[in-house]
């Protein structure tokens, strides 16, 4: 074995590669629930070391797409049962042909959750975190204007995540993740547009200026309009039967 298998052999992206290729064949249904793998064909398949598989499915079974059943396999289980908030799972529906129930839901979820978290900042949120948001916001607005789309996805993970920490809610804290695994995804999808809409990025600055100055209902509005804009924005890759949110188009 030369230098260089060795490494490849060792190399601890293979259980990342093989958890990438079996989660998404489950996510996408390619693999439907109730399926059983066999770990000797995946490691066949794959052209890996059994312990490489079994570190995959223990990262696949912490997502709860998969659980070990002795001297059966391992079985696929129903969307029901998996962690709808792992990022991974969110990224891989947004890959598939799941995008668009991916969307809604999380886009219904932040339309919830949101405008709440900012009026709670506004309550709570101190010093240091209300200086950063009107900084993010003014780079924000640079970066749109700019067109500079991966600085500008960049910015608003952080100034959304910086909203959610600082509404002093534990919980509304835990979904940092998942609103930067759907902002991530809509930007590769191409649903951004190359120049944010200039109401939007004054929004932005309307939500830090209105939690700084601790104006709760200011803010909670604010941020309403910001997702209300989003939903209009996104709700195209779903079908219109949802379709009970009012477009923003201003």
Do not use: C
Request: proline share 4%.
């Amino acid at each position: 074995m030369s230098l260089d298998d060795k490494v490849t052999t060792m190399s601890p992206s293979l259980h990342t590669r093989v958890t990438e290729d079996v989660g998404r064949s489950i996510v996408d249904g390619t693999v439907p629930a109730g399926s059983v793998l066999l770990a000797e064909e995946i490691e066949r398949r794959q052209g890996v070391s059994r312990s490489v598989i079994r570190e995959a499915v223990r990262v696949l079974g912490s997502m709860g797409l998969v659980e070990s059943v002795k001297r059966v396999g391992i079985r696929v289980l129903p969307a029901a049962r998996w962690n709808a908030y792992d990022p991974t799972i969110i990224r891989w529906r947004l890959l598939g042909p799941g995008k668009g129930e991916q969307l809604r839901s999380l886009t219904e979820l932040r339309s919830a959750v949101e405008p709440m978290a900012a009026e709670l900042a506004a309550r709570h949120a101190g010093a240091e975190v209300t200086a950063e948001l009107l900084h993010v916001a003014a780079l924000m607005r640079s970066a749109g204007q700019s067109g500079d789309l991966s600085q500008f996805l960049e910015l608003d993970i952080r100034f959304h995540q910086l909203v959610l920490h600082g509404s002093g809610n534990e919980m509304f804290a835990k979904l940092d993740e998942a609103v930067a695994a759907v902002l991530s995804g809509r930007t590769d999808l191409g649903l951004m547009p190359d120049h944010p809409h200039q109401n939007t990025l004054q929004l932005h600055a309307d939500v830090a200026e209105a939690i700084q100055a601790g104006r709760a209902g200011d803010a909670r509005a604010a941020m309403e309009l910001i997702m209300r804009r989003t939903y209009a924005e996104v709700k195209p890759t779903w079908t219109n039967k949802y379709d009970y949110i009012d477009e923003a188009s201003h």
